[in-house]
Structure formats: structure tokens, C-alpha cells
């Protein structure tokens, strides 16, 4: 994370990614007649028009499933523009720690939906350095107790609390986001735990209550800060907890007190969004190794060195983690490298021009299953039942009382769940995950 940190900061984003806005939704809950509102598409496309107007948006919403297959929130459709790069990316929904998804308009079951995104899918990602700032409405995205061991050994009534029903996890779907290499997000704001919010329009005032009230208001006064002109990261999350407060005491209603308490920054709160000007001089780049590379094991991976600014001829040399920590010095513009251990290896090009002027570029290599699943692998070959297990993408909607004294009726408390699988399966699921790592680059 440091380099991919570092590197997004370097040198401002070209506007020709990142004044780009994804916006991810459907239709989140049943409506009362007279409303039928699509919560995730209403809140992503008022944030959007009321605080984010400068950005271009690419709307990926669930009611384009007739005319316009190609930008709902199906897995393919979401990877594509996510790998097309933007400076927010902004999702409202249902989630847990493995997946975000939503419904289909007026189609409330987990058999039939757009599949959103799940963790699985992120090795597939390939943006690059062109990194988004995402903000991920749902439950448990955030969540931070998960791992491969507590995951796999829950069960279909979630038993541990895991919220994954069984289903194989390594990390929160926020974290693997962040973190990913080559890709992914440059930060994520979620939820730890279950995410609130509100249905229909209760206080007659014509607009939604969805975008008024708890995880949808949370998630437009990020907007909001940032459209004020906030650029430093964690200014826009310290803006975002007490413009909520301030309209919702947090001691006032427990429901208000939980939704700021489960919503953490991942990432770094010095990140300048939309990073720095570039500096004056000579200038060193691996080119595309702006949030590191992914490589199979015993493969070679090229990068290419890049001088500017400076005074040529220039001379490149390379530092080279290897898997006993050593480094390794190679010299030459383009390195052509493998390593036969799994793992996360830095590397360092330092560039000299003719004045004797130096400037260094880092990046991350990750090697076939950086990650570690093989291991698991062979120790998850027990129970292999059949048995179809559920999974719980959020619950929502408790009803609070709000600061302004009014009871929310029309919130629903519901227990959503979807297919997951079953010990044969999580086996399937892993291999699958090692697979993709594994092959990347081919």
C-alpha cells in the first residue's frame, strides 16, 4: 500500500480518468405504494448531480437491465469500468465481507440479480494507478474479524458471526479492494458492520428519504466535503462524521450513533485526492507499475524504466528484493525478472542523468499466490457437503428516531440471503481465487 500510496500522490491524475464518477445501484428494498423508489439509484445519482457536477458519471444501475444491458451492475460491467479508472467510485446497496449486490427492479430475491462484485472477482481488476476513491454502501464491506480460518469454519446460520455463512474470506471486501495490486481502490469508506437506512418518503417532503437519513446521508456528506474543497482524504472523512452529527447527535439515537462509529477510512488520511503537482527536474517511472504488478510464479515479469526532465544520457539500475531478503543489483532500462517463491517483492529503480542528478521510483511485484490460499488449500479438503448454505448481504432498516423527532414507520428490518457454498464448493471457490493470481498476466 505504501508505494501504491506514493505513486498515486507523485504527479496529478489526468482528468481523462479521473474526472470520472462510477456510480453502482439498484433497487435495494420494497417500497410502500406511492413511492417505489430505487434507493441505490436515487441516492448515487443525487450525490452525484448535487455535489459531484464537474465529474462525468458512469452509471452502472439495474433498471438499465432493458435498455442498456451493457452499464448495469453485473460483475462484467462493473470490472470493465473499474479497470477503465475514475476518482470515485461510489456503490449503494447490499453487502457483506465477501460481495456488494443489489436487485433488479420490484425482483427482491437472491436467485435473480445483477451479481454485483465480490472478491473473487477484484485479482481481475487491471486499473492500474488509475485509482478511485471508493465509498461502498451495504452491510459488513468493511468488516475487519474476518479471515480464511473463522470464515470457513462458520456455518449457514452464522453461527460465529462471520456474516459469510461459510463461504471462504481472507480479508473484507473493502481491504482486498484497497490493497489490491495493480489495481483496485486507492482507499474505501464501508461499513464494519450492519448498514442502516431508510425507505419511502415519511416526512411528505418529496424527497426520498433514502438520501435524508443514516448511510445514505453519511454517504453525500462525503460528497458534499469534497465538493467544498476538501482535498486531503482524512479532512474529507473528519467532514463527513461531523456534518452527520451535527444534524443527527449521535447520543441523541443509537441507529445515528452506529452508523458514523461502523464507517473507518482504508486507506491513508494524508492522501492528497487526485494527488500533487509533479516536481520540478529529472524524473524517474516504471511505466504501468504505478500500484505494483502481478506476476505468475516462475514467470518473468518486464518493466520498463522511463527518464524525463533531465539531462540525458541516463543511466537505470535496479534494486530487486529477493525471497531471502536480499537485494539484487541489476542495471539496464528494461528489467526482465522472475522469482520461483510466492510473495511480495519490491523493486527500485534509481535513474542518474548526465549531471549527475538522481531521482528513484518503487514498486511491488506479487508472485503466483501472494496471498497465501495454497496453504489453505491443503488444509480444507474435509466435509464436503452438498448442502446449500445462505448468505446474508445486509440487513437494514431498524427504525430510529431521528433528530427532527420523526418516527420512521416505513422501515423494513429484513434478512436478505443468497445462495452460497457449500465445503465441496469453498474448495472451488479457493482454487479458483489461486488460479487468478496465478495467471494474471496471461
Known amino acids: 500500500m505504501v508505494n501504491k500510496i506514493i505513486n498515486y500522490e507523485k504527479s496529478p491524475a489526468a482528468t481523462s480518468w479521473f474526472k470520472k464518477m462510477i456510480l453502482v445501484g439498484g433497487d435495494s428494498f420494497p417500497e410502500d405504494p406511492g413511492t417505489n423508489y430505487y434507493e441505490g439509484e436515487v441516492t448515487t445519482t443525487y450525490i452525484q448531480q448535487t455535489y459531484m457536477s464537474g465529474y462525468t458519471p458512469v452509471k452502472l444501475y439495474a433498471s438499465y437491465n432493458v435498455t442498456d444491458p451493457q452499464h448495469t451492475p453485473t460483475p462484467t460491467n462493473i470490472k470493465r469500468e473499474i479497470s477503465a479508472g475514475s476518482g470515485y467510485l461510489l456503490f449503494d446497496g447490499h453487502g457483506n465481507p465477501i460481495s456488494w449486490n443489489t436487485h433488479w427492479p420490484d425482483i427482491f430475491n437472491w436467485k435473480n440479480t445483477p451479481g454485483g462484485i465480490n472478491i473473487y472477482k477484484f485479482p481481475l481488476l487491471t486499473n492500474g494507478g ?121 447520543m441523541a439515537d443509537q441507529t445515528d450513533c452506529k452508523t458514523v462509529e461502523e464507517w473507518p477510512l482504508i486507506g491513508d488520511p494524508t492522501l492528497k485526492i487526485g494527488g500533487y503537482p509533479a516536481s520540478a527536474g529529472l524524473k524517474a517511472q516504471i511505466n504501468n507499475a504505478e500500484s505494483g504488478v502481478e506476476v505468475d510464479l516462475g514467470k518473468n515479469v518486464v518493466l ?54 538522481v531521482n528513484t521510483y518503487d514498486t511491488i511485484v506479487g508472485v503466483g499466490d501472494w496471498l497465501g490460499l495454497g496453504d489453505w488449500l491443503n488444509g480444507n479438503n474435509q466435509n464436503s457437503q452438498s448442502q446449500q448454505q445462505q448468505i446474508n448481504p445486509q440487513q437494514v432498516n431498524p427504525s430510529p428516531n431521528q433528530q427532527n423527532s420523526q418516527q420512521i414507520n416505513s422501515q423494513q428490518s429484513s434478512q436478505q440471503s443468497q445462495n452460497s ?19 494474471i498476466n496471461r
Open 130 to 250: 488509475k485509482l478511485p476513491v471508493c465509498v461502498v454502501g451495504g452491510c459488513h464491506n468493511s468488516m475487519f474479524n474476518v479471515t480464511l480460518l473463522s470464515t470457513l469454519t462458520d456455518d449457514k446460520n452464522n453461527t460465529h458471526f462471520t456474516w459469510c455463512y461459510g463461504s471462504p474470506c481472507p480479508e473484507s471486501w473493502s481491504e482486498w479492494l484497497t490493497r489490491k495490486i495493480g489495481g483496485g481502490s486507492i482507499a474505501t469508506m464501508g461499513n464494519t458492520g450492519l448498514g442502516y437506512g431508510t425507505l419511502g418518503d415519511n416526512n411528505h417532503d418529496g424527497i426520498p428519504d433514502c438520501i435524508q437519513y443514516l448511510g445514505g446521508y453519511q454517504e453525500g456528506m462525503f460528497f458534499k466535503t469534497i465538493n467544498e474543497g476538501v482535498t486531503i482524504l482524512g479532512d474529507a472523512w473528519k467532514g463527513t462524521i461531523s456534518k452527520y452529527l451535527d444534524a443527527f447527535p449521535g
Open 421 to 439: 457454498p457449500s465445503s465441496q464448493q469453498n474448495n472451488l471457490l479457493l482454487q479458483n481465487l489461486l488460479v487468478r493470481h496465478q495467471t
Open 304 to 357: 520498463q524504466g522511463v527518464a524525463s526532465d533531465g539531462q540525458a544520457p541516463y543511466t537505470y539500475a535496479w534494486d530487486i528484493e529477493q525471497s531471502d531478503g536480499t537485494i539484487q543489483h541489476v542495471t539496464g532500462s528494461t528489467l526482465t525478472y522472475s522469482w520461483n517463491v510466492p510473495g511480495v517483492y519490491w523493486v527500485s529503480l534509481k535513474v542518474t542523468d548526465s549531471s549527475g542528478k
